[in-house]
């Protein structure tokens, strides 16, 4: 533990960070065979592939949790590729808790890196060193998580490498068996042939394949591809159409009994002296447990009963005497008010995550013109349609729990604490989520459970949080605000651009709830708070990106896109805003200011353009609006046609989205996914908001009072994808920055009205 103390300190001390990779040894992330055990008639390759003797199908470990993205589809398409078998035949088994199984992308993207030092073939020397020393770093913490649209990219090499291994063994034994060369070998859906009538299946060789080594390894070349770039069905989707899909909630141990929570309606609160006399006077219902802090949770009371229905009514019954609410917490007014007044003064006085020229003094410079706009943001909610849960069961020394989660290692380690048991005496089975964005990143609700299971005598409880408990207790998206000002010269084009932004930093206070005795007290700059402006694609000589972390109190968490979910939307509405001001058109303005060594920015802003047929007439009442932006590796323009239907409402009817995200892996589900980001996007950018009372309390209860777009109000959504060969970006998350700003502008367009603060439409707006 001290070592990885050790280690993940330099991770987050970002100085640290090149002096502690440097002295770490190379380790590549094939694995040895031993590390993932194997039951009887299985064969294991290595640490990622076992063989089924019986039927030769493969098993693939798989460390990353499906939560509707289909990562599970798209990474066993990788192995079946280099196995040459069938997709249906890679069968996937959960990974243990090794660091081999870590997430080292998701940790390199957190560098603050502009696009022009990313730019593939053109990477600067420092972004290679700084990336190279953060992969190794990552490699060693190994942490398990799924999250920053990072599964694809961060398993494109070594799973096909493991994989393309595994390949060669099988060959090998195949070989030696028949006493053939292996260049007169026939791969075909699992099994190995030779021309004179050898045939024997990946099952039957398994055995001798373990035990011979691999020798030259080749992956698949592009061009003998069968599977990577196609559209393949999810593995998935037979058992969600058909109900047997199994999620966190879903799970029914036997014995199992229920539990609800509640916690103080302030945020910070905590509950006092209890009545429960109404709430244990009902039918079914066991007894009241009181929660300490768990992972940044509010202290909060359980009910025990024999049925869910029961403990949410038990629950609501209790007459609790709330206590306290957060030291110098505002109201979110007040908030907002702090945050205008911080973005002002992060213009000159933040941290600048990007400096070049002079901003100052080419700002204050005679002549040209002036523009300057104050964007706002508000606090959103994760909302997943499945409501936060985790079922545990404390029993003979050992923990066993059942969680929809994205992080199963910081689950594990919680579990271990709050039982106090080794790490070793927790079983963590990771279900199927019903929405992550971000939210399962927390493990709050492991912590709950595992205490209420501590009381129930070796019985397994489900937790569960009603929906009015989740709106008003989440890790919300931080609210923020950006001053954006730029002068623009006699062509119109900006001689100079200041940006500051204000908002509460998500990494370090993620740190403190989930890896406590790793966290430090001193305040780093969060990348995740200016990314999307810092790293704008734009070419202007004289420019300065600052940020002023604030800390308002309110509980912040990852939330899908991250800071590029708002950010993109202050830099695209000002961007356009430049444009008017120019008397140009928004997309000739974005192409002549786009920096030249990023030439796929503008074939996806073009590709994107010519699709939706941008320049061409549409009818009376119709506008459109149009946005770039580039988040986790992949670059997305959209552009939105508007109408304002009777009652002068907005009315989206269609979205043309255009991705470059690299190499392709399933294009059916990277389609899926950008739909699904858009719609998400839509939703937020149209109604969500978080708002918090002078009580402290958040006012939104339920879907009623944070609408989710419905299926009449979704636009029709095209998907156009770049051919690429570039290695893989995300997905998950890139489609919905676009969205907001993309919508703001067409509103402009449509109405003249500048809509500067999210949501653009809602009881503030």
């Known amino acids: 533990m001290k070592r990885r103390t050790l280690l993940l300190s330099g991770l987050a001390g970002g100085g640290a960070l090149l002096v502690g990779a440097a002295a770490l040894p190379p380790r590549g992330r094939l694995g040895r065979a031993n590390t993932l055990p194997a039951a009887p008639g299985e064969l294991g390759l290595n640490a990622w592939i076992k063989i089924d003797a019986a039927s030769g199908d493969a098993l693939l470990a798989m460390p990353r949790s499906e939560m509707g993205q289909g990562v599970h589809t798209a990474l066993a398409q990788l192995v079946a590729e280099e196995l040459h078998l069938p997709l249906a035949r890679v069968r996937l088994i959960p990974a243990g808790h090794e660091s081999l199984y870590g997430n080292v992308a998701m940790f390199v993207g957190q560098l603050p890196l502009a696009p022009q030092h990313l730019e593939p073939g053109r990477e600067s020397r420092l972004a290679r060193i700084a990336q190279w020393s953060v992969a190794k770093l990552a490699r060693e913490l190994g942490v398990n998580a799924t999250g920053g649209s990072s599964s694809i990219a ?26 053939q060369s292996i ?6 859906d699992g099994w190995i042939s030779h021309a004179i009538g050898q045939r024997a299946h990946y099952g039957e060789l398994a055995q001798a394949a373990a035990a011979t080594p691999p020798g030259a390894v080749a992956l698949t070349p592009p061009a003998a591809w069968r599977l990577i770039g196609r559209p393949a069905p999810r593995s998935d ?33 905590a509950p006092g002296a209890v009545d429960e006399r109404a709430a244990m006077g009902l039918p079914d219902v066991l007894r009241l447990v009181r929660l300490p802090p768990y992972a940044g949770s509010q202290p909060a009371l359980a009910v025990v009963a024999r049925n869910s229905w029961r403990a949410l009514q038990a629950v609501r019954a209790l007459d609790v005497q709330w206590q306290g609410r957060p030291a110098g917490a505002l109201d979110g007014e007040g908030i907002a008010a702090a945050l205008r007044e911080g973005a002002r003064r992060a213009a000159a006085e933040g941290l600048a995550f990007r400096s070049a020229g002079d901003a100052a003094a080419a700002l204050a410079e005679p002549g040209g013109r002036r523009v300057e706009a104050l964007y706002e943001a508000p606090y959103l909610a994760h909302a997943t349609l499945e409501p936060m849960n985790c079922t545990a069961q404390v029993r003979g020394g050992r923990v066993t729990i059942w969680a929809p989660t994205q992080v199963s290692g910081l689950a594990r380690a919680l579990a271990a604490r709050v039982a106090g048991v080794e790490e070793e005496a927790v079983t963590v089975h990771v279900t199927y989520l019903g929405g992550g964005f971000g939210r399962r990143l927390e493990v709050d609700v492991v912590g709950q459970a595992v205490r209420v299971a501590l009381e129930t005598g070796g019985a397994p409880v489900q937790l569960l949080w009603s929906r009015e408990e989740d709106m008003a207790h989440d890790f919300y998206r931080p609210a923020g605000a950006a001053f954006c000002e730029a002068r623009l010269d006699e062509q119109g084009r900006p001689a100079a651009l200041r940006i500051g932004s204000a908002g509460d930093a998500i990494s370090p206070r993620w740190m403190e709830r989930v890896l406590p005795h790793l966290s430090t007290r001193i305040e780093l700059p969060d990348k995740t708070a200016a990314e999307g402006l810092l790293d704008h694609p734009y070419a202007i000589a004289h420019q300065r990106i600052a940020h002023l972390a604030t800390h308002s109190g309110v509980p912040i968490g990852f939330w899908r896109s991250v800071g590029h979910s708002h950010n993109a939307f202050f830099i695209e509405s000002f961007v356009d805003e430049l444009a008017h001001a120019a008397r140009a058109d928004p997309l000739a303005y974005r192409l002549a200011l786009l920096d030249p060594v990023l030439p796929r920015h503008a074939a996806v802003l073009r590709l994107a353009a010519e699709r939706a047929g941008w320049g061409q007439v549409l009818p ?4 459109r609006g149009l946005a770039l932006h580039e988040s986790f590796g992949s670059i997305v323009a959209q552009v939105l046609e508007l109408r304002r239907d009777a009652q002068g409402q907005p009315r989206v009817q269609r979205v043309v989205c255009a991705l470059d995200c690299g190499q392709v892996v399933n294009p059916a589900i990277v389609e899926r996914q950008m739909e699904g980001a858009i719609v998400f996007g839509l939703t937020a950018a149209l109604w969500g908001r978080i708002d918090i009372g002078a009580d402290g309390a958040v006012r939104q209860q339920n879907f009623h009072d944070q609408p989710l777009l419905t299926l009449a109000q979704t636009p029709r959504i095209e998907t156009y994808l770049v051919a690429s060969s570039n290695p893989p970006g995300g997905v998950g998350e890139p489609g919905v920055p676009p969205v907001a700003p993309a919508l703001a502008n067409a509103w402009f367009a449509l109405s003249g009205e500048r809509r500067r603060r999210l949501p653009l439409w809602g009881a503030s707006a």
């Open 620 to 623: 009376a009442g119709v506008a």
């Open 237 to 269: 989707l037979p058992a969600k159409v058909d109900g047997s899909a199994r999620f966190g909630i879903d799970q029914r141990p036997p014995g199992l009994l229920y539990a609800a929570v509640r916690h103080a309606p302030m945020l910070g609160g």
């Open 183 to 188: 260049e007169e070998l026939k791969l075909e």
């Open 154 to 179: 961060d398993a494109w090499e070594p799973l096909r490498w493991a994989a393309a291994t595994a390949r060669q063994q099988l060959l090998g034994a195949a070989a030696l068996r028949w006493q």
